[in-house]
């Protein structure tokens, strides 16, 4: 097609957010083949030290890096707020993000103290940079909408992760006393349900829609959805700190029933979509809906059972429902939409000389994408019998995974290299 | 004889298609004519690329939820 004359968006190249959803598939594969290695131990409980390692590869290495590659590339486009020198912020967090995290995640595996205090600048200075970046971009923006809004109580919570973290590595380096079993729940659930949850349902409201063509969320959802989460999330906090036992109450009222009518809502969406055909990323976010679901039944029915909360396999289920099944899932979903679309851009505006420029459909394969969303639910089904049974189902569940991972780095690689060979 | 406004109408359609057929129709927009763009939300990307590319624009908001992009050279 010829654009005659037209300057598209004077957009950064296409490395800016490409090298994010690069390496992202890569630290996941590194999550799969330090469990292959370290085999039936790693789930022996939610404290191993391979597991805690592998949390983090996947939760900053793989959901943290695209998730917030994902967010600076949506401000432009939703708000408007253009970010300034991309360029120089995408190496600002991306090489400290990734050195932060490899550093964590040896430190962690290996109960090496001076990587895992090295890892603590780095990761604060990615941390810092990227929420200054996307706050003073939100900021500045005229454009109200609930996406917004809800990305905006995501950073917020990425910044109390952050410094519960922090203070959690002090603990551990022996630096600070405070029960570090209670600050480790709330580590975990502002980093999961508040920076993760609440930024994909920010996100959904945009993405599913536009890229599922689903009809839009209701307003009544996306009105108060994020901010009711975000308050019961304090509300449990405190609740945790101070009087644990009645946390439960604030669990079953406030916070499931916010995911559950989120996933529910979701899927219904799916139902209306206005095309037929399958869509790879529809079916990997039913399977982040569904496991989203499954998580927040389990973990309901745990504040009444005492026999599943004690069960070693619970907290490993949550877990992986959580990080692999749900987030995992709907980010992996959405790179299948992003990374073509990028790259389909870059290609308008290069105007290659050689040939036409692929559709979307073409950039990545869907016959590659359906390879790999298999992968991804059969190594999901698999860890999750092998939090049951570690020994053997562990090696084959992260051997599957391996396979995943692999198949979707390969997946994004070959889009960038189609990108290079239409753009030499 | 060209008709004086042409309709895009991209409510229902995936993106890069909106864009995609947006800057097709720039492309044939003769100067005495306006292209209405309806969409199912603000382009504000689309926005960059009219300005630096010398095009006006005017956006209305519909009650049921969509958005009118009127282009005009």
Redesign the interface.
């Known amino acids: 097609?010829?654009?005659?004359?037209?300057?598209?968006?004077?957009a950064p190249p296409l490395s800016v957010p490409l090298r994010f959803f690069l390496t992202a598939p890569l630290f996941a594969f590194l999550a799969a083949l330090l469990l292959l290695f370290s085999g039936p131990t790693a789930l022996a409980s939610r404290w191993s030290p391979a597991l805690l390692a592998a949390t983090h590869l996947l939760t900053l290495g793989f959901i943290t890096m695209s998730m917030m590659a994902t967010l600076l590339q949506m401000l432009?486009?939703?708000?408007?707020a253009a970010v300034k020198q991309p360029r120089l912020v995408a190496w600002l967090v991306h090489v400290p993000l990734s050195a932060g995290t490899l550093l964590l995640a040896s430190g962690l595996a290996a109960g090496w103290k001076i990587g895992m205090l090295a890892s603590l600048p780095l990761l604060a200075w990615a941390m810092l940079t990227f929420i200054l970046v996307a706050a003073y971009s939100l900021a500045r923006t005229e454009?109200r909408n609930a996406t917004i809004n809800a990305m905006r109580l995501a950073l917020g919570a990425l910044a109390i992760t952050a410094l519960l973290g922090l203070t959690l590595a002090a603990i551990l380096a022996g630096h600070a006393a405070l029960p570090a079993l209670k600050l480790t729940d709330l580590h975990a659930a502002w980093g999961l349900l508040g920076w993760v949850g609440v930024l994909i349902i920010g996100v959904a409201y945009?993405v599913v829609?536009?890229?599922q063509?689903t009809p839009?969320y209701a307003t009544r959802i996306t009105a108060w959805l994020a901010p009711w989460f975000f308050i019961m999330l304090l509300i449990w906090s405190i609740t945790v700190w101070w009087a644990e036992d009645n946390a439960k109450w604030v669990a079953l009222t406030g916070l499931a029933p916010g995911l559950i009518g989120f996933a529910l809502a979701t899927l219904s969406l799916q139902r209306k979509r206005?095309?037929r055909a399958p869509d790879i990323t529809s079916q990997f976010w039913r399977m982040g809906m569904a496991s989203l679901l499954a998580a927040s039944g389990i973990w309901l029915v745990a504040q009444f059972s005492p026999a599943l909360s004690a069960a070693a396999f619970y907290p490993l289920w949550l877990g992986m429902l959580w990080i692999v099944g749900f987030a995992m899932s709907v980010i992996n979903g959405m790179l299948y939409?992003i990374v073509p679309?990028l790259v389909?851009?870059h290609l308008?505006s290069r105007r290659p000389a050689r040939g036409a420029i692929p559709n979307?459909k073409e950039i990545i394969p869907d016959k590659m994408a359906r390879r790999q969303l298999r992968a991804h639910g059969a190594a999901l089904a698999l860890l999750l019998c092998a939090a049951v049974l570690p020994n053997p189902l562990v090696y084959m569940a992260a051997a599957v995974w391996c396979v995943s991972c692999a198949l979707l780095a390969w997946n994004v690689f070959s889009a960038y290299r189609l990108y290079h060979r239409l753009a030499a | 004889m060209t008709p004086a406004e042409i309709l895009l109408d991209a409510r229902d359609l995936e993106p890069p298609e909106p864009l995609e057929l947006t800057l097709a129709a720039l492309d044939e927009l003769q100067p005495d004519q306006r292209l209405r763009l309806l969409l199912p939300r603000e382009p504000y990307p689309l926005y960059g690329i009219l300005d630096r590319n010398g095009y006006q624009h005017e956006t209305e908001r519909h009650p049921d939820g969509y958005f009118a992009i009127l282009i005009w050279r």
Do not use: D, H, I, N
């Open positions: 097609m010829a654009l005659a004359g037209l300057s598209l968006e004077q432009p486009v939703l708000a408007g454009a945009q829609p536009m890229f063509m839009a206005r095309r939409k679309f389909w851009l308008q979307t």
